[in-house]
């Protein structure tokens, strides 16, 4: 098993080859605006998955995936060519779903604003059910001691 540093350094020579890459361009009309968000390597370092988003519909992000996939040997060798290992990683390239959560997320905060505007309209007029503050304080205290004592001295028994 490889060094996780070694591997960490892998992935991000692997994440800049293949972004230089595509940069280039690939003589693939398929291929849209593809960002590499992320490179993972294995700790044998004979596999690497590549994340990537593409900017666009969904038919624009399968004809990427297509196109990605077809390119993977001529992304390979550019890594092979660029890396300094003895074995070149297979690539494996999946599409990241960080914009759909993102944008699920967004949509989770928006509800959560809403509810919270519920709540705040429900409670302008609203008043409390018992005293205002019904903790006991120090003050009330010393207010009982006092109607106490003065009780006591009232009391024939006492």
């Known amino acids: 098993m490889a060094d996780p ?18 940069d280039k361009g690939l003589r693939d009309p398929r291929l849209g605006f593809v960002t590499i968000t992320d490179v993972r390597v294995t700790g044998d370092l004979q596999h690497a998955s590549i994340f990537y988003t593409v900017y666009g519909t969904d038919e624009e992000r399968a004809e990427s995936a297509a196109a990605l996939k077809a390119a993977t040997g001529l992304l390979r060798t550019e890594v092979g060519k660029n890396i300094t290992a003895r074995l070149t990683p297979s690539l494996e390239f999946i599409a990241d779903a960080l914009p759909e959560t993102s944008a699920h997320m967004e949509d989770l905060l928006v509800q959560a ?46």
């Open 5 to 22: 540093q070694r591997a960490r350094k892998m992935a991000d020579r692997i994440k800049e080859v293949v972004a230089r890459r595509l």
């Open 113 to 158: 604003q809403l509810r919270d505007d519920q709540v705040r309209a429900a409670s302008a007029g609203a008043t409390y059910a018992g005293d205002a503050d019904p903790y006991k304080r120090d003050e009330d205290e010393d207010e009982d001691e006092d109607e106490d004592s003065g009780d006591d001295e009232a009391d024939p028994r006492g």
